[in-house]
């Protein structure tokens, strides 16, 4: 008797990072971003006809381009291991938390598009949404993005797999996940009462 593979036998385990060609872009532009705003705020420029809410924006804009500066720094030098991890039992990004959510949790995969980012959107089982919120910052992030359409767990990108081929990876595992689920459920026998 021939033993029958699902497809999920037959996928394989990947780890994916960081793409350091983006890191070493959003670098750059986070940089040029705080010079410029720091020339603006600290009048190193030629024209002395700045209104006080441009200078105060200026400032704004140190802080903010200076943040984002430092934390591409930081995950330039950490960016050695993997960060996101797909199996046929479900997918861990650990920008996100240590947990794995598990295939048949998620209800929907869809990809949200903005500019020319494109980012993978897991919706997951209202029970376990808050375990994958993160932090404060997170949250308020997540509130921002309901109204435009990204709705759920984000997998952003950054990473060494391009935006459309890792949605479409999370498909495929998805579905695999799911089939190979309701295959065991429906191998397994009823309890009897």
């Keep these: 008797m021939a033993v ?61 381009f200076g943040l984002t500066t430092c934390k591409t720094l930081s995950t330039l030098i950490s960016a050695r291991e993997p960060v996101l991890f797909i199996t046929r039992i479900g ?26 980012q494109k980012i993978v959107v897991l919706q997951v089982d209202p029970l376990l949404a808050g375990r994958f919120e993160g932090g404060f910052l997170k949250r308020v992030l997540s509130l921002l993005n309901k109204p435009i359409g990204a709705d759920g767990v984000l997998v952003t990108g950054g990473l060494t797999m391009d935006g459309e081929t890792l949605f479409e990876t999370c498909k495929q595992y998805w579905t695999a996940g799911r089939l190979a689920y309701s295959g065991r459920a429906a191998a397994e026998p009823e309890p009897v009462h």
Excluded at 9 to 38: D, E, H, V, W
Excluded at 97 to 107: E, G, P
């Design 4 to 64: 029958k593979m699902s497809i999920s036998q037959n996928l394989p385990n990947l780890a994916i990072g960081y793409s350091l060609a983006r890191l070493f872009k959003l670098l750059g532009a986070s940089l040029l971003a705080t010079l410029l705003c720091g020339a603006l705020a600290f009048s190193w420029h030629y024209g002395k006809d700045i209104a006080t809410i441009q200078i105060a924006l200026s400032y704004f804009g140190i802080v903010f």
């Design 91 to 116: 997918i861990r990004d650990t920008r996100i938390a240590d947990d794995t959510i598990s295939w048949r949790s998620v209800r929907d995969i869809s990809i949200f598009r903005y500019r020319s």
